[in-house]
């Protein structure tokens, strides 16, 4: 298994310019989550999905939107990005089966400019 | 809401005992949960512990929880250079299975 798998490990935007960001994980976990990582602080929230079909919106979720189309991809896309989304971003899944262990992919550097 | 609290810093001994602490306020969270994270990298979940518990040990790990004072500690026993890293608590709600993260405590291990 690869896990959470997370594209692209780095990215450089402009303000304005809209970019997505890819996830997959190969477990047939049915709960998928998007974090931001701001420097020095921890994780926080953006959106999460409980199911294909499904997704909800998390503690700052303001600028992003997310789809679930099927179990396995979970994508994050910025409309508009402005520097204050400048994070790194990280992924997870999780399911009853793991008693609901968050596994994380490696995570994307963004940085708007 | 939901609000998880450590300190930033700690600088230990290599050899030495290292006790992380942290603080939450959810008292419905099921499960606390210990990561770690290098430099760069991404997040290596280290150990939990289920929230009807008081301790579990694994290893050089020990995690206690005093569920009365939302208090959750980690000890790692003869801390080695390679365990420098930040440390980060987390919760996990019922509800979204979603985690809240502390700020994360930056462990430092001196030669």
């Known amino acids: 298994n690869a896990g959470v798998t997370q594209t692209p490990k780095f990215r450089i935007l402009k303000i304005g310019q809209s970019m997505t960001l890819q996830c997959t994980q190969d477990m047939n976990h049915n709960y998928m989550y998007w974090y931001r990582q701001d420097p020095g602080m921890g994780l926080k929230l953006i959106y999460y999905?409980?199911?294909?079909?499904?997704?909800d919106k998390g503690e700052v979720p303001n600028g992003y939107n997310v789809s679930r189309s099927t179990t396995e991809d979970f994508p994050l896309r910025l409309e508009l990005a402005a520097p204050s989304q400048t994070s790194v971003y990280f992924c997870a899944s999780s399911s009853r089966q793991v008693n609901y262990e968050q596994y994380f992919g490696p995570g994307t550097r963004l940085t708007v400019t | 809401g939901e609000d998880v609290e450590q300190s930033l810093f700690l600088s230990v001994r290599e050899g030495d005992s290292s006790v992380i602490n942290c603080t939450y306020t959810?008292?419905?969270?099921?499960?606390l949960y210990w990561y770690k994270q290098e430099p760069g990298a991404g997040l290596q979940l280290l150990t939990y512990?289920?929230?009807?518990?008081d301790m579990k040990q694994d290893q050089r790990l020990t995690v206690l929880l005093n569920k009365k004072d939302k208090h959750l500690s980690l000890r790692i026993a003869d801390t080695q250079t390679g365990d420098s890293a930040i440390y980060f608590c987390a919760e996990g709600d019922t509800g979204r299975r979603a985690l809240t993260f502390g700020s994360g405590t930056r462990l430092q291990v001196q030669p």
């Open positions: 999905s409980v199911g294909a079909g499904i997704t």
């Open positions: 512990i289920f929230s009807n518990m």
């Open positions: 959810d008292s419905s969270s099921t499960y």
